[in-house]
């Protein structure tokens, strides 16, 4: 039986709604209808044409975090407290290296992969071009489910410390 993922065919399977055929929860318990979810951003603005960086030392728990320098050195930033199912995304558009430490509630990062887990409480980007994708686990960890390197794929370039 072939799948319905077309937005029409999403909404027509709303058994509980919630907005009439616009949003609404299927058989499931999950929530179908939207063309897409917003989510805030923090970090950036835009005036007249050009995009402007604003300068940012604590980053919120949830939502787009938008980081970096417009020179070539470096910034720190201070994650605040996960929230446990929530995603945490931060882009580094620049060329600047970006720290983030966790809360000074104690969370940390974990990052698992094929060459083993990793845990601690700073994550540091050694060049611009990358962005990260955390999921709240607890209220004192962080998973890093996702990473990419949107400049080159050369090595890897997110380091989890101490």
Do not use: C
């Amino acid at each position: 039986m072939a799948q319905v993922t077309s937005l029409e065919g999403l909404r027509s399977q709303i058994l509980t709604s919630l907005y009439g055929r616009r949003l609404g929860l299927d058989q499931n318990g999950h929530l179908v209808g939207p063309l897409s979810f917003r989510v805030p951003t923090e970090g950036i603005a835009s005036s007249a044409g050009t995009t402007d960086y604003v300068a940012l030392t604590s980053l919120t728990a949830y939502g787009v975090s938008v980081v970096g320098s417009t020179s070539s050195g470096s910034a720190a930033y201070t994650l605040a407290s996960p929230i446990p199912g929530v995603v945490k995304y931060i882009v580094n558009p620049t060329t600047a290296t970006i720290t983030v430490a966790s809360t000074a509630g104690g969370a940390y990062f974990a990052l698992s992969s094929a060459g083993g887990t990793v845990s601690g409480t700073t994550i540091t980007t050694t060049r611009g071009g990358i962005g990260l994708q955390l999921l709240g686990m607890t209220t004192a960890a962080w998973a890093v489910i996702g990473t990419n390197d949107v400049i080159s794929s050369a090595s890897t370039r997110v380091t989890i410390s101490a």
